[in-house]
Structures are given as C-alpha cells and as structure tokens.
C-alpha cells in the first residue's frame, strides 16, 4: 500500500492502451466535439410548416427545472430555426398518429443527414432533433392552453422547492429482442396480421401509424447502405472498402430483414434505439437496452461456433457499438455541457443476472462486455450488473475488482432478491418478474412492454416537515403550499405532530399528483411517439400509443427526494421535543427561522443528541421505515386519468441540490442552503457507523413498497481496496448488501486529495469518472457545488 | 443456568467488560468482514502504541477540540471542578476528574467523550450480531482485541461464548503477556489467535514493551499447541522492531516452534495517533518519525518469508520511496 497522495492523471482509470487503433481513433474523435467540424449530433428541428407549429414541449422537460427559464423561448425560436418537412397532400386529413407517424418517417426518409465515419463498423450517427408535433390547428391551441396551465403549477411547485412532475420521455426498455427477431419486416407484416382484425377505428389508426414508421426507419437504413456503397468507391484502401461494402450489405439487410450474426445485430441494435431518440425528440432519456449480454448472446456464440467470427473481433464491434450511444451528449454542445449534473443520459445496459429457474444467466459475453465496459471507459451505455444469491464467485471478483480499480467505478450494481421482492409487490407477473432490469440511473421495470415514468414525478419529502412546522406555509416567503395544520407549538404530542405531517405529505402528494395528470394528459392527446409504440408490447394490440396507456404495463413513478433528512428531522422532533424534553417546539421553530443563527448549542443538540438514520439505529430506523411506508403506500393507492398506476421510489437526480435553499433549516440540524439527503444515503456525515450499519438501515424501511428501486451510493478509500484479499472482501460485502440492504449500490473509489488535485488542473483530469447520484459523469465537467459534495462525501474505509 | 456455582476463571453473564471501542466492518483483524471489540486496559506499555486510549483499565476522559462550540455547559456539569476551558483549550484535572462521563452527557458537541463503556456480554453480543450476514459471506466475524482481552477474562470468556454458541467465527487477539491459564480458558471458545510477537531479544522487548519476553512465548507456544489457527502480527517500527535481524529470529521461532502459525502480518507502522495521545494528555514519543518506504518493507518481508513461515503479509501506510 502506497501513502495516500493525489493520484496523477496518468494513473487514473484510462482507456485501455491496448484499444485496436480504429477505436482509439474513433473514441478520440468522440471526444475532442470541438475539433469535429465535419461531424456534430446538434440538434436539428424540423417544421411542417404552420405558424402553429409545436416543435418544443415543456413538459417533456418536465423534471429538468434548470431549462424553465428557455422554455418560452425555446418554444417560438425553435419553429424559427426549423427545416420545414414537404409533406404529402392528404397530411392534415388524417388523425394525429398517422400525421405524427409520418412527419417522422418522411423525416427521417429525406431530410436527417447521413454520415459514416472514418473507420466505424456501426452506422448511424445523426439521431439529435426536435420534431413537429405535426398538431393542426385546433390541437396546437388546445396543447398550448393545457401547457401554459401545467407550466404556470409547475413554476410555483418547483420554486418554493416543493418538487417536480413531468411527462418524460424515455425510461423504458423498448422491445429490442422481438425487433431484432422480426426485423422491420416481421413488424409490419404483425401489424397488418392485426390490422385485418382490428375493430376499432383507434386501433386501425394506430397500426396504420406504425406500419408508416417502420417503412421509414427502412429507408433511412436504406440510404446508410448506398452511403457506404459511395464511399466504398472512393476509397483507396482496400480493406477498408471491403468493410464499407460489408456494411453496406448489413444496413441493406437489416432495413427490413432479422439480423443474423452478431455485426448484423449489433448494427440493427444501434438503428433501432437511435430512432427512438429521434422519435422522442430527446437525447438518450434513460432510453434503456435492458439485458443485452442475453439476448444477443444467440448471435454471439452462433457466429463464435461456427467460425465466422473471432473473439477479438466480436470485441472490436462491441466497441465501436459502445461509443455510438455517447453522441447523445452533442445535444449539449452549445448550450453549455459543463452546466452541472444535467451531463448525465441514462441508456442503461444490463448484464448478469439469473434466469426462471433462479440459475445464472451470466455467459461469456457477459465477460467480454466486462472487458469493453473496462477499456472503453466511456459515459454511455452507463453499465449495470445484475447480482443475485447464484452469482458466480469468480464474476463476484471481477465485479469487485473492476470497482476497486476503477477511479470512479462506473457500475450500477442492482441486486435481484430486493428488487423483485418489490416488483412482486407491485404486482407484476410472477412469470416476468425474474427478466426485470432496470432503465435510466436505476429504476426497475420489466423490459420490452413497461412504461412507468420512472423519474416523472418527485416530491421533496423534507418540504413536508417544514410545511408541517410552519402550519402549511413556506417559510421563506409566507405562500401558502400546503393546508392548515395549526401551531406546532399547540401540538400535545409526536402523536399530533405525526398527523399534521401526513396530512401535509398526503396534500402535497396529491397535488404533485394532479400536476402530473395535467402533463400526462397532455403527451397522451397531442404528442404520440407512433415509432416507440412500435417497439412496445400491448400498443399495437391495444390501439393505443406508449404515451397513452398502451403498454402492458404502466406506471408512474414518484421519487422521494430528501428522504433521510426528512426521516431525521421526523426523529429529532420525536426525541428530543416529545420525548426527552430537551428542545420546545417554540425554540425549534424560531432557531429553523433565524436559520440556526444564535442557535448553535441547539443545533448541536439536533445533530448529536438525535438518532441519525444510517447506523443501524433501531430508533432511527424505525421512524424511517414509517416515513418510507407511508408516503409509498399512499402514492401506491392512485392512478392517473390515463390509468397509469403511482408507484414509490428513491432517486433525487440533482433535486438533492437544487431545492437546498429553497428548503428552511430542518430539524434534523442542516441549516437553509445545505444539501438534502440523496437518494436513499444517509444525511452526508450523520452516518458514523461504516457501511455495514448503512446497508442494514437501508434493509431495514421494507423497501418493497418502493419498487422502484433506491439509489444508494457509497464511497470507498482506494488506497484500503489494494490488493487481491480487500477485493474478497469487497465482493463479500457485495453479497451481505444483497441479503440485507437495497436494491441498487453505486460504490465511489476515490480518495479526496484526487479529487482536488482534478478540481486545480482539470484539464489533466478529463477522464475521471465518478458516480453522482445514479449515474456516472466526468467529475471535471460537473458543476463546482456538485464537485464539492462529491469530495466532502464521507469515505468509508476499507 | 443449571449450574450455580461460578466458575473461578470461566465466562460470567453478569461480569460487565470495560469496552473502548466495538468497530463494525474490520478488515484489518482476521479473516473477512470482521467486528472487533476493542477491550480496555494493557499490561505493556508499548512506545509506539497506536491505541493509547486502550492502556488504562479506567475510563478516561477525552476533549475534541475540533469540536467544542464553547457551549461551556460541561463545566457547570462536573461536580468535581475538574474542567477549565481557557484560551489554549480544555484543560482536564486528571487528579479531579473521576470519569463520571456527566459533561459528556451535558455536551450539546460531542466534544468530550468518555472512553471506555461498561458492557455486559449480552450487550455486546447483540452489538456484534448485527452484522452476522457480513461474517457468513466474508468468512469473518468477531475479534475480539484490546487493550489486552485477557485482562477481563470473565466477560471476554462470556462473551467469546455467546459468539460462538450463534454460530460466528471468533479470534482472541491477545498481546501474550497474560496468565497461561486464562489464555488457555479463552482459547475454549476461540476459533483462531491473533497473537503479537514484537521482539525476540529479550532486554530490547522488556525496553520497548515494558514487560518481560519470556512469558510471551511461553504463552505462544501453548496458543500453537492447543492446534488453534494463529496469525502472528509485528508492528514494525523505525528503530524499534525494524532490523532485519529482528524480523529473522522473529521468523526462525515461528518457524521452529509456533507449527500452528498460518500467516504472519509484518504491520508498518503509521504516525496518526499523535492527537489521541495529547487528547488524553500523554506524550508520543514518536512524534515526527518517518513512515517506512514500502521497498523497506517489501525487504523485510523477504526476510520474513526466507525465515520459512507460510503466508507473510505487510501492510499499513508507506511514504513514496
């Protein structure tokens, strides 16, 4: 073991020396977006024209409340700026999906630029666009009334810090095994099947609607085939001119037949997702591809076996596959990527995991996608593991290995006994349960037929003790946000106070809730994504579209944001006023006004005389378990007017951040201004008990009622994780995590003094990799505040 | 309880143990995720001791100065007047103070902290059971360390006890300085040792340790011979333990007698503990000692390994060559 020191750029987690040169060419390339004049994924808007025209839609950005201010903006440049889109004559006579399904098709058809790259082997590079909602007149004006209400809720919910709620899109896994096992063919010839017998004059329509996107995403494949074929011609080299005629082949092939090898696969893989984007009008959204190393593992070993393919080349084309997904982040190009945490997508993969049967399903791919994951060092696909009981020790190892040395372990590790244990919960098909995985940071659902807004709406749970403290008014500014639960300092017991709480919690759900109906409404009327249904199981037998309910299964998921300094406060106030008399509610009220000024011994109290959630307190524990199941069974009662189903969970996003100073000091000591509690961690330094007391605490709130899923994140010295005996130990704690904590572990490996030394010379430290709050982002390209949490996080030694 | 008569040396429900630490999630004492039980009180008084809160049976008070808000509400709290915040900080009257722990209690910062906390084996237990999941994946489980655990005998023996009775993997870690019968009484329900072997010449360790040698080794000849699992640990400490020459005979006794003997840690030493010394108002005489260079210790661990013991390990913080 080496002295703890900064570490050097040099021996951070870098790419891979050994990388083949074409992919260490194609990742520079990548990287370096200002050198890139020949090839950036900006965004393009198209238009059909009308001075009606939707082309930006506020709700979708929703949950981003940093883009507030532009909406407005956004919504009348954008049409401006727009390329307007020829369309056919009959257009405004047909029904909203059809028109939507073909402003897509005939976009994607004749107007998005084809480009190949020098050197890739997978194709499709331009996918960033604001598309027309292709409404006509009398939707437009119905969109922008709904809008300018939902907006107007929004704003006042957002700014006194209460939370969020969006229509977002993405945060699904679409279909992918059945599209590459049909092709655009199968599809078509599926939806016609069902054509033939559709009654309904909804159902007719909305199959029409994806037959015509599927016919276009064909002919954009189409022109990436002739594309190739042209530059095939042009080029002197040889061997590189075999590659374009091969692809050639594999674009002409995969436009509409099923890929057969792994290339094919691959390549259709990457078509088929970089469409979804297009046709959300979204960059990567937590756009999730699910368990890739199952299911196209047949591809694999099918080209493996019979001797077509090599290892080294299957890993060549997984890594050229693996930098595509990061064009997402040329969206951000102009309008400012260093702005903080809104670096993050979300296109989460899955490996590992178990089958039916309970048995591992981790196969050899799972093992090379290991390999590309650690080469590459790249944001997206942001990877995740599926670890269970029956996970092989050897896989246990090199998981724990990768995130001992690994700066900034890139992994979410999702554990399948407490995740299914709340899927189940929820009450989902027993029979699916077991091929769950997760989209966007780490919110479960189940692949290919499940949309359930996993980040739609979040609720700032500290907002609510605050509400409580001060008899439904923000403190800061006197408006009134919640109903009138009288003076506190009336309140005879914990008792009393535990109901003015839940009614305060109970009325600012159901607010979020409504707000969330309005934006939900919305998308369902006037914004359906034909092209994403077509990859949904339920929309085509249903008629109805992914953003209406078509699915198999839909929910909404609510975020508790601030949940252990809500749980803290709730804990101190029980304690420490009706308990051991230590503190009045009078002067607790009045230190939280003066913001703790002259109030420090009181403070001090709250901080060290109340038991902190995350030490395996019982006491603690237990006020939090309260807390976690009552506001996720009340959530868990409601549905939207679309019959989306509210289900609980646990991410904060940057919400953790950005409503710190519009929360009032809490009763748990942390003063206005100072972060929230994210995800599920405990309150930052309040947990003094190592990361066995944390994992158990988590254990301990009956999380299934969140089944969501819960971000939690650790940090770990890496100086203490050196050496083959420590990684045992860390895949063993791995293990006890899995017996008793979460449902999703994200580990940090990261010593401070690093950490600074990136924050003075960032330019030597542009590959350092943390973990924010679900996700992985450069550090060097995060906001100054979130850089400052991320050293001042406590580090637990290993 | 069948039998009423108490055992002279065996393990006592009743018999509290003095306890200065209980640290979940140890990876430094064992195999696997451990928790160690740190108990209190030390025979040897090693000049390079890292735990110098773990010497004194009594409890002691400690002032955190990082901490203290000047609240002052301990001072009205001591009944003794042991206590004077002044310019310089807090001064404690150790004549004074009888460790009562009431200003602890009264202090809103947790600046005053009263190390050493009465436990009974049951409470103890409980506390180390918490992380029995840890244990059962890892391999570990409890150790249980010091101070010296053979200088309370009875509650450590309860306590090893109950441990094992549960099912966890238990280590004694002991000093080997102690009566050979009541090593041999904890050995009952120890699993493995943790045993120190510091110093092989005999007038240096007498010098260094404050006790005598040869009890040490009769002691680790016995441990070695009762068949337990032992991993012997050396702290290696500029100009104290670090000559080659220490680390050889070290190495040949391990080899010749101690046949149990799995693993031995060479353990370099580290210079962090200076403000716990000040916080207790004793002196480290190390003050300003260099850390080994991680080459330093790779060579002694060569030595180590030429000695013929199975398995050596160093660890602990370097400096950078």
């Not at chain 2, 309860?158 to 050995?187: I, M, N, P, Q, Y």
Request: some cysteine.
């Amino acid at each position: 073991m080496e002295e703890a020191g900064a570490l050097t750029a040099r021996e951070l987690w870098n790419p891979s020396p050994e990388l083949p040169p074409r992919v260490s060419q194609l990742r520079d390339e990548y990287v370096d977006i200002a050198g890139r004049d020949h090839f950036r994924n900006e965004i393009m808007p198209f238009t059909t024209g009308t001075e009606w025209d939707t082309v930006w839609s506020p709700c979708l950005w929703g949950v981003v409340p940093d883009l507030f201010p532009f909406h407005k903006a956004f919504m009348e440049s954008l049409p401006m700026m727009a390329t307007k889109v020829d369309l056919p004559g009959d257009f405004w006579d047909k029904p909203l999906v059809v028109r939507a399904a073909i402003f897509f098709s005939e976009v994607v058809r004749n107007y998005l630029p084809v480009q190949i790259l020098e050197g890739e082997l997978i194709v499709g590079g331009h996918f960033n666009v604001a598309l027309s909602r292709a409404q006509n007149r009398k939707e437009a004006r119905s969109w922008r009334r709904a809008t300018m209400k939902w907006m107007k809720e929004m704003d006042f919910l957002n700014s006194h810090g209460m939370g969020n709620a969006g229509a977002t899109p993405g945060h699904l896994i679409p279909d992918y095994p059945r599209a590459l096992e049909l092709g655009f063919k199968g599809l078509v010839e599926y939806f016609r099947g069902l054509g033939e017998k559709a009654e309904s004059r909804q159902q007719k329509e909305m199959l029409e609607a994806l037959v015509i996107c599927c016919e276009g995403a064909r002919d954009l494949i189409r022109r990436y085939a002739s594309e190739a074929r042209r530059l095939a011609g042009e080029c002197g080299d040889e061997e590189r001119a075999g590659e374009l005629l091969e692809m050639a082949r594999i674009c002409d092939k995969v436009s509409w037949e099923p890929p057969e090898t792994f290339h094919e696969a691959l390549q259709a893989l990457w078509f088929v997702h970089m469409l979804v984007m297009v046709q959300e009008s979204y960059p990567g959204p937590g756009l999730s591809p699910g368990r890739i190393d199952q299911y196209l593992y047949r591809y694999f070993i099918g080209d493996i076996e019979s001797g077509r393919l090599d290892r080294q080349r299957a890993r060549e084309l997984l890594d050229c596959f693996w930098i595509k997904p990061n064009y997402a982040y040329d969206f951000m190009y102009k309008v400012g990527r260093t702005r903080g945490i809104t670096s993050g997508y979300g296109q989460l993969i899955t490996i590992g995991g178990h089958g039916a049967e309970g048995e591992d399903t981790s196969n050899e791919l799972t093992w090379l996608i290991l390999d590309v994951i650690e080469e590459m060092n790249l944001l997206e696909p942001k990877p995740n593991v599926r670890l269970h009981n029956g996970t092989p020790p050897e896989l246990m190892k090199r998981v724990a290995g990768m995130i001992a040395g690994a700066q900034g372990a890139p992994f979410l590790l999702n554990f399948d006994e407490a995740s299914e244990a709340a899927l189940r919960w929820q009450g989902l098909p027993e029979e699916d349960i077991w091929d769950y995985a997760p989209v966007g940071c780490l919110e479960n659902t189940l692949q290919g037929n499940d949309r359930s807004g996993t980040v739609d709406v979040n609720v700032n749970l500290a907002k609510a003790v605050e509400l409580t403290l001060f008899d439904g008014k923000d403190q800061a500014t006197g408006d009134r946000c919640g109903p009138r639960t009288g003076d506190p300092c009336r309140f005879g017991s914990w008792d009393d106070f535990k109901r003015a709480f839940e009614t305060q919690l109970e009325a600012m759900l159901k607010r979020f809730m409504e707000v969330y109906d309005l934006s939900d409404s919305i998308r369902s009327r006037f914004e359906p994504t034909p092209y994403l249904s077509a990859l949904v199981k339920g929309c085509a037998e249903s008629g109805r579209d992914v953003t209406n309910a078509g699915p198999e299964h839909n929910f909404v998921t609510v975020e508790g944001v601030a949940f252990a300094t809500a749980a803290d406060s709730l804990s101190a106030v029980r304690k420490l006023v009706y308990e051991d008399g230590a503190v009045t509610m009078d002067e607790l009220i009045q230190a939280i006004e003066d913001n703790f000024e002259g109030h420090e011994k009181l403070r001090q109290t709250l901080l060290n005389r109340a038991p902190k959630y995350g030490n395996d307190d019982d006491y603690a524990d237990d006020v939090a378990r309260y807390l976690s199941r009552f506001w996720t069974e009340e959530v868990f009662r409601h549905r939207t007017s679309t019959g989306r189903r509210y289900r609980g969970g646990y991410l904060s996003w940057n919400y953790w951040i950005a409503y710190a100073p519009s929360t009032a000091a809490t009763p748990d000591g942390r003063r206005r201004g100072t972060y929230l509690s994210n995800g599920l961690c405990p309150v930052a330094g309040a947990d003094r008990s190592g990361p066995t007391a944390v994992a158990l605490s988590l254990g301990k709130l009956g999380l299934e009622s969140a089944p969501n899923g819960d971000s939690h994140t650790i940090s770990f010295n890496p100086s203490l994780l050196r050496g083959e005996e420590r990684v045992d130990k860390l895949a063993a704690y791995l293990r006890g995590y899995g017996e008793k904590g979460g449902t999703a572990l994200q580990v940090n490996v990261i010593d401070p003094e690093t950490l600074n030394e990136a924050q003075r010379h960032p330019s030597d430290y542009t590959n350092l990799l943390v973990r924010v709050t679900g996700y992985n982002a450069y550090f060097v390209m995060l906001g100054r505040e979130i850089q400052n949490e991320i050293i001042a996080r406590e580090s637990h030694e290993l | 309880m069948s039998c009423s008569e108490p055992e002279g040396r065996g393990g006592d429900p009743q018999q509290t143990g003095v306890v200065f630490n209980i640290q979940r999630f140890s990876i430094e004492d064992g195999p696997g995720i451990r928790t160690t039980v740190f108990m209190k009180g030390c025979p040897m008084r090693c000049v390079w001791c890292h735990n110098p809160e773990g010497i004194a049976f009594e409890r002691q008070l400690m002032w955190f100065d990082v901490r203290c808000i000047g609240a002052r509400d301990c001072l009205e709290a001591c009944p003794n007047g042991a206590l004077e915040l002044g310019r310089s900080g807090m001064t404690i009257d150790r004549e004074r103070c009888d460790a009562c722990g009431r200003c602890a209690d009264a202090c809103p910062a947790r600046a005053l902290e009263l190390v050493g906390k009465d436990y009974t084996p049951h409470e103890a237990f409980q506390e180390v059971y918490r992380d029995e999941a840890f244990y059962r994946n890892s391999g570990g489980g409890v150790t249980v360390s010091g101070g010296e655990p053979s200088m309370q005998p009875r509650f450590v023996a309860e306590l090893l006890r109950l441990s094992k009775e549960a099912g966890l993997h238990t280590a004694l870690d002991t000093c080997g300085f102690a009566s050979g019968t009541v090593l041999e009484k904890l050995l009952e329900s120890a699993d493995m040792v943790l045993l120190d072997l510091k110093h092989m010449d005999p007038a240096k360790h007498l010098e260094l340790t404050g006790v005598e040698l040869e009890p040490v080794l009769e002691n680790a000849r016995m441990v070695s011979s009762s068949g337990r699992p032992v991993w012997v640990r050396t702290p290696v400490v500029p100009g104290c333990t670090d000559s080659a020459e220490n680390i050889a005979s070290i190495g040949r006794f391990i080899a010749e007698e101690l046949p149990s003997v799995e693993r031995w840690d060479l353990l370099a030493f580290n210079n962090t503990c200076g403000s716990k010394y000040s916080r207790l108002d004793m002196t480290w005489e190390l003050e300003g000692v260099p850390l080994l260079s991680a080459e330093a210790m790779e060579a002694l661990a060569e030595k180590a390994r030429a000695a013929g013991v199975p398995e050596v390990c160093w660890s602990g913080t370097t400096r950078s060559s």
